[in-house]
């Protein structure tokens, strides 16, 4: 849906009730003033740019009077910012994209907020498929590298476990705060500790300690990160491989960096721990 909408008297009670969760931009024009409808394509040029951000309401004051005369525009083009039905800021007349964006950004949530807000809806269902969880996860990346802040981090942990990177998430648990310590984190922690359960299998308790007591068998050693990879603790299982292969590119005739590269495969390609991996391999490479 687009988020650039001709405001009317039949659709300006939406635009209103919009502008309770979303911010609202009013931009006032006339078809006679040219002045004014290039300034209108300016605003939806930036419109366009920031679909996620805010909705753009252009306003025909030849034919919606009405309109105008309510907000008591007294010159054009006016553009108003709306805020849960009220304007909020404002200006009269042509300002440069700069300026416009100036006075936007004081008013615009940031890119974090919005993709937590997404990340939320798809949580919130009752039923997400593997690409709904892959989209929030991302999301959620992205936005606690901008933010890192407790709320993001909670909801990023959430998706974490619900995809299996239980490491990724005990991290992210471990970096909230006393007063961030709510119900949600105390269902996350439970969470966790289920996860770390399951994935402590007597296969996994038996190769580490046969691990342990030589800790140079490879063979052991891959078995080991193989067992690691299937419940998902793919950080300590390419790790384990890793210590191996800095020091020794084919050790085990090359077995230990066929397990490393299956693992990765596996993991996929935009994993960020697939690409962290990756990349310190061509290091040892190049």
């Not at 910012?81 to 950004?105: C, H, M, N, T, W």
């Not at 994935?199 to 891959?222: G, H, K, S, W």
């Amino acid at each position: 849906m687009s988020n650039i909408i001709a405001l009317t008297k039949e659709n300006i009670q939406q635009v209103v009730d919009a502008s309770k969760e979303h911010l609202v931009v009013m931009v006032f024009t006339s078809q006679q003033q040219q002045e004014t409808l290039a300034f209108q394509q300016e605003m939806q040029n930036i419109a366009v740019e920031n679909s996620s951000r805010f909705i753009l309401a252009t306003v025909d004051c030849d034919t919606q009077i009405e309109i105008a005369q309510y907000f008591q525009i007294q010159s054009l083009p006016t553009t108003l910012l709306l805020s849960k039905g009220q304007p909020i800021d404002g200006f009269a007349g042509v300002k440069a994209r700069l300026e416009i964006l100036e006075v936007l950004e004081k008013h615009l949530p940031a890119q974090w907020q919005l993709n937590l807000a997404q990340a939320k809806q798809i949580l919130a269902k009752e039923e997400r498929n593997a690409e709904e969880l892959s989209q929030a996860l991302e999301l959620l990346k992205a936005a606690y590298q901008d933010s890192q802040v407790a709320e993001v981090a909670l909801a990023f942990a959430d998706v974490s476990l619900l995809v299996g990177e239980v490491a990724q998430a005990e991290t992210l648990l471990e970096s909230i705060g006393l007063a961030n310590q709510d119900s949600y984190y105390q269902s996350l922690m439970a969470k966790l500790d289920l996860a770390k359960d399951a994935a402590d299998t007597p296969e996994i308790r038996e190769l580490q300690q046969a691990f342990e007591a030589t800790p140079t068998d490879l063979v052991v050693l891959t078995n080991l990160a193989k067992a690691l990879h299937q419940v998902n603790r793919n950080e300590e299982a390419l790790d384990l491989l890793f210590t191996v292969l800095k020091k020794d590119m084919s050790a085990q005739n090359g077995d230990v960096k066929h397990v490393f590269m299956e693992i990765l495969t596996a993991i996929g390609q935009g994993n960020t721990l697939a690409n962290q991996y990756r990349r310190q391999l061509y290091t040892l490479l190049y």
